[in-house]
T-cell receptor, first 109, second 118 residues
Framework: LAKTTQPISMDSYEGQEVNITCSHN???????ITWYQQFPSQGPRFIIQ???TKVTNEVASLFIPADRKSSTLSLPRVSLSDTAVYYC??????????FGIGTKLQVIP | GAVVSQHPSWVICKSGTSVKIECRSL??????MFWYRQFPKQSLMLMAT?????????EQGVEKDKFLINHASLTLSTLTVTSAHPEDSSFYIC??????????????FGQGTRLTVV
């Protein structure tokens, strides 16, 4: 299983772009990179998933370099409601899905 | 997207009693479901992997006789906390794996169950 490393916490002002980087040096060929958002007392919610290069959806972008040993979640123009914990998951066959510590993002007015 | 429903959202029980938590995949079939436990300000800790029609696989340190898992159908897995004690109070979350249109797998999570043992 690929182990992930993320910053424990980040602060950002409203309206700014936030980039959270996750390291996964042992990523396997069949692993996908998925980011989840979790609010207190709620289950994690899917944000974005990618395999390589760049993926963009209506809420975020995911940048993955060629070696795939890291990935960066980019949240454009964050608002107070984006305050949450963000988890980077690396999994392929999904026989087992484990979470790292996650990054607690605090958006400041 | 796929939906996973957990029930109940919260439960309070007396010490020594048992509590059952249900996890349902509403619009897809899930041969594999995962159960997690999350303590305040901590990450999700995988407790066990629930496999439809077979025994669950428990993580090291998780008592299988205390946390009974039954995955009797492709859309339902249950976690029963037996003889609950205050230290079992936690947030329990389940997830089910679905395959997306292009073959990528994705884990969908229930809303969680807050268990308080008094």
């Amino acid at each position: 299983l690929a182990k992930t490393t993320q910053p424990i916490s980040m602060d950002s002002y409203e309206g700014q772009e936030v980039n959270i980087t996750c390291s996964h040096n042992n990523i396997a060929t069949n692993d996908y990179i998925t980011w989840y958002q979790q609010f207190p007392s709620q289950g994690p919610r899917f944000i974005i998933q990618g395999y390589k290069t760049k993926v963009t959806n209506e809420v975020a972008s995911l940048f993955i370099p060629a070696d795939r040993k890291s990935s960066t979640l980019s949240l454009p123009r964050v608002s107070l409601s984006d305050t949450a914990v963000y988890y980077c998951l690396v999994a392929g066959g999904y026989q087992k899905v484990t979470f790292g510590i996650g990054t607690k993002l605090q958006v400041i007015p | 997207g796929a939906v996973v429903s957990q029930h109940p959202s919260w439960v309070i029980c007396k010490s020594g009693t048992s509590v059952k938590i249900e996890c349902r995949s509403l619009d897809f079939q899930a041969t594999t479901m995962f159960w997690y436990r999350q303590f305040p300000k901590q990450s999700l800790m995988l407790m066990a992997t629930s496999n439809e029609g077979s025994k669950a696989t428990y993580e090291q340190g998780v008592e299988k006789d205390k946390f009974l898992i039954n995955h009797a159908s492709l859309t339902l897995s249950t976690l029963t906390v037996t003889s609950a004690h205050p230290e079992d109070s936690s947030f329990y979350i389940c997830s089910a794996i679905s395959t997306r249109d292009r073959g990528e797998k994705e884990a969908f999570f229930g809303q969680g169950t807050r268990l308080t043992v008094v």
